[in-house]
């Protein structure tokens, strides 16, 4: 699904009311109606009492003035609305429509006359996608009260005060906290990034019917991968297939106490698909992994002379860093792991080695680095979020190097200057062991011969899909630990082999 910039939806909005047989006003009706839909079936909804509806000027205070209508019979419902002369022509008119269905919206002078009882919940519909500026003076202080008040609020399309795209120069304080944003026809990229995206709460998209062959035409480095958009770049196994045709793989790593780095990433790699695997690691690493997986083999460093093994096993692909630690016997490992234009995932300390020796021209278009943001600040240096998008998108066009920049929704960066924002993936996941996982199902994929990009993005999913798959068996995010991914990986390869 492709994530446009504001100025784009304004245009497909524009495209699809001179184009189909539909009008602006009822334009916001579908979208008023779709939004209520899925806010009827929240959890936020259920718990509550009554609602108050604030609505701004404009459109996005057009739909608020229309889903208070739509509420009215079911529910209490009092109605703020921004004081202005220059209201949209679709609010006006919905205005209109409300007074005549009964309801008096209260003009919103002044915070004094907003009130928020506790049992409540407030349907923010201040502003949406039309935000030319920071918010400040009244409607400032208004969402500066919404968020102090602990009132759970569902957004319209977008939380009042975000900006659909950069809010690099935007203060995050005039932001109105949401706990569910229900947002209309695309996702929007800040919903997507931290930290604006945390501002949102849970984002659910409805189809409000914008004209698709428009939306098509767009042009945007951005994209939203769900399992329709990896299921593309699966590629089921041969029947006839032997071990040698699943990918040879070397995994370098755990080293001392970080051991159980390379046992999670070598089951996950086994879990895979991978046909055979070396996993070259420390002492206790290499004594422990028979006992926890005896179907890698295990190869103690000290005893290992890393060119003379990589020229016997000629593997298909490598992964270096879980575990790896930064010591200069670690440096040398990777100084020579760089040298070989072999498929390479870099993770972990392999990152803080690269960011402490400043070898990130080093790399290049068989690399691909999972950096989750401090590594990835290491090496990149600090900016501004959306500078910083900007940043690691040029340089994977330049260096030719994918990135999986990880998190809430990893972006992945490809050379050809697309970024795919993963949809799978959970909050369970944010536990420790959880990206050597990652790196063990890349190096899998980068093994059996997915070129490098396709391997991050069904990597990448994968992952998620797993950690989502778990997360169902045991409805804990709590619980779910690291091993709960891999104990989970077939269920998300079945999602992907199911429909091919
Ligand atoms: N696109 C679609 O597909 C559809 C879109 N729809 C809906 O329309 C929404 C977009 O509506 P929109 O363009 O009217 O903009 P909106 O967000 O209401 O704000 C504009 C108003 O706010 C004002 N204003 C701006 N910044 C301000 C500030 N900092 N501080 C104070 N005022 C500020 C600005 O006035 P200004 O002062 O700039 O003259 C203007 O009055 C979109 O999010 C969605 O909900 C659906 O109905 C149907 C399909
Ligand atoms: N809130 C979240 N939602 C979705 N995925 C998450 C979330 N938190 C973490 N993850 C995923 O879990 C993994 C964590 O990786 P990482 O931070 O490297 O963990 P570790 O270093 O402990 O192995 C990443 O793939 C990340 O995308
Ligand atoms: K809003």
């Given at each position: 699904?492709?994530?446009?910039?504001?100025?784009?939806?304004?245009e497909?909005?524009?495209?699809?009311?001179?184009?189909?047989?539909?009008?602006?006003?009822?334009?916001?009706?579908?979208?008023?109606?779709?939004?209520?839909?899925?806010?009827?079936?929240?959890?936020?909804?259920?718990?509550?009492?009554?609602?108050?509806?604030?609505?701004?000027?404009?459109?996005?205070?057009?739909d608020?003035?229309?889903?208070?209508?739509?509420?009215?019979?079911?529910?209490?419902?009092?109605?703020?609305?921004?004081?202005?002369?220059?209201?949209?022509?679709?609010?006006?008119?919905?205005?209109?429509?409300?007074?005549?269905?009964?309801?008096?919206?209260?003009?919103l002078?002044?915070?004094?006359?907003?009130?928020?009882?506790?049992?409540?919940?407030?349907?923010?519909?201040?502003?949406?996608?039309?935000?030319?500026?920071p918010?400040?003076?009244?409607?400032?202080?208004?969402?500066?009260?919404?968020?102090?008040?602990?009132?759970?609020?569902?957004?319209?399309?977008?939380?009042?005060?975000?900006?659909?795209?950069?809010?690099?120069?935007?203060?995050?304080?005039?932001?109105?906290?949401?706990?569910?944003?229900?947002?209309?026809?695309?996702?929007?990229?800040?919903?997507?990034?931290?930290?604006?995206?945390?501002?949102?709460?849970?984002?659910?998209?409805?189809n409000?019917?914008?004209?698709?062959?428009?939306?098509?035409?767009?042009?945007?480095?951005?994209?939203?991968?769900?399992?329709?958009?990896?299921?593309?770049?699966?590629?089921?196994?041969?029947?006839?297939?032997?071990?040698?045709?699943?990918?040879?793989?070397?995994?370098?790593?755990?080293?001392?106490?970080?051991?159980?780095?390379?046992?999670?990433?070598?089951?996950?790699?086994?879990?895979?698909?991978?046909?055979?695997?070396?996993?070259?690691?420390?002492?206790?690493?290499?004594?422990?992994?028979?006992?926890h997986?005896?179907?890698?083999?295990?190869?103690?460093?000290?005893?290992?002379?890393?060119p003379?093994?990589?020229s016997?096993?000629?593997?298909?692909?490598?992964?270096?860093?879980?575990?790896?630690?930064?010591?200069?016997?670690?440096a040398?490992?990777?100084?020579?792991?760089?040298?070989?234009?072999?498929?390479?995932?870099?993770?972990?300390?392999?990152?803080?080695?690269?960011?402490?020796?400043?070898?990130?021209?080093?790399?290049?278009?068989?690399h691909?680095?999972?950096?989750?943001?401090?590594?990835?600040?290491?090496?990149?240096?600090?900016?501004?979020?959306?500078?910083?998008?900007?940043?690691?998108?040029?340089?994977?066009?330049?260096?030719?190097?994918?990135?999986a920049?990880?998190?809430?929704?990893?972006?992945?960066?490809?050379?050809?200057?697309?970024?795919?924002?993963?949809?799978?993936?959970?909050?369970?996941?944010?536990?420790?062991?959880?990206?050597?996982?990652?790196?063990?199902?890349?190096l899998?994929?980068?093994?059996?011969?997915?070129?490098?990009?396709?391997a991050?993005?069904?990597?990448?999913?994968?992952?998620?899909?797993?950690?989502?798959?778990?997360?169902?068996?045991?409805?804990?995010?709590?619980?779910?630990?690291?091993g709960?991914?891999?104990?989970?990986?077939?269920?998300?390869?079945?999602?992907?082999?199911?429909?091919?």
């Open positions: 699904m492709k994530i446009l910039s504001a100025e784009q939806i304004r497909a909005d524009r495209y699809t009311i001179q184009n189909r047989p539909i009008a602006s006003i009822d334009l916001m009706e579908a979208a008023a109606s779709a939004w209520v839909e899925t806010f009827l079936q929240s959890l936020l909804y259920s718990h509550r009492k009554s609602i108050i509806i604030v609505c701004g000027p404009g459109n996005n205070g057009g608020g003035l229309a889903i208070a209508r739509m509420l009215k019979p079911l529910n209490n419902v009092t109605v703020y609305l921004m004081p202005s002369d220059n209201y949209s022509p679709d609010n006006l008119a919905n205005q209109q429509r409300l007074r005549e269905s009964g309801i008096q919206p209260l003009l002078h002044t915070t004094d006359i907003l009130t928020l009882p506790p049992d409540a919940v407030l349907i923010d519909a201040l502003y949406g996608s039309g935000l030319n500026r918010l400040t003076g009244l409607s400032a202080d208004i969402v500066r009260k919404i968020n102090a008040s602990g009132v759970p609020v569902a957004a319209v399309d977008l939380p009042s005060g975000m900006f659909a795209d950069s809010n690099d120069h935007n203060t995050l304080h005039t932001i109105v906290k949401a706990s569910l944003t229900i947002t209309f026809h695309l996702p929007k990229l800040a919903l997507l990034m931290m930290p604006t995206g945390e501002l949102a709460g849970e984002i659910k998209i409805v409000i019917g914008l004209d698709s062959s428009f939306i098509d035409q767009q042009e945007s480095p951005h994209h939203l991968q769900d399992a329709d958009s990896v299921k593309v770049l699966y590629r089921p196994r041969s029947l006839w297939m032997h071990k040698g045709q699943a990918g040879r793989g070397l995994l370098i790593g755990g080293i001392g106490h970080t051991a159980g780095a390379v046992l999670l990433a070598s089951s996950a790699a086994l879990r895979s698909g991978i046909g055979l695997l070396y996993t070259a690691c420390g002492l206790r690493a290499a004594q422990a992994l028979p006992v997986r005896p179907e890698a083999i295990a190869l103690d460093l000290n005893e290992t002379d890393l003379d093994l990589v016997s096993l000629e593997p298909d692909a490598i992964a270096i860093g879980p575990g790896l630690g930064t010591s200069q016997a670690s040398e490992l990777l100084n020579e792991i760089l040298e070989y234009p072999i498929p390479t995932v870099l993770d972990a300390d392999a990152l803080n080695l690269i960011a402490k020796h400043r070898w990130l021209h080093r790399l290049g278009p068989n691909l680095i999972t950096p989750h943001p401090k590594e990835a600040l290491r090496l990149f240096g600090q900016a501004k979020p959306f500078e910083f998008h900007q940043n690691l998108l040029k340089f994977s066009q330049s260096s030719k190097t994918v990135i920049f990880k998190g809430r929704f990893t972006r992945i960066y490809t050379p050809e200057g697309i970024v795919w924002f993963n949809n799978s993936g959970n909050h369970g996941m944010a536990t420790a062991g959880s990206g050597d996982v990652l790196t063990g199902v890349l899998a994929l980068l093994a059996a011969g997915y070129p490098v990009a396709q991050a993005r069904l990597g990448v999913w994968l992952h998620g899909a797993a950690g989502d798959a778990a997360l169902l068996r045991l409805n804990s995010p709590e619980s779910l630990i690291a709960d991914i891999i104990n989970h990986l077939h269920q998300a390869f079945h999602q992907l082999s199911s429909s091919t």
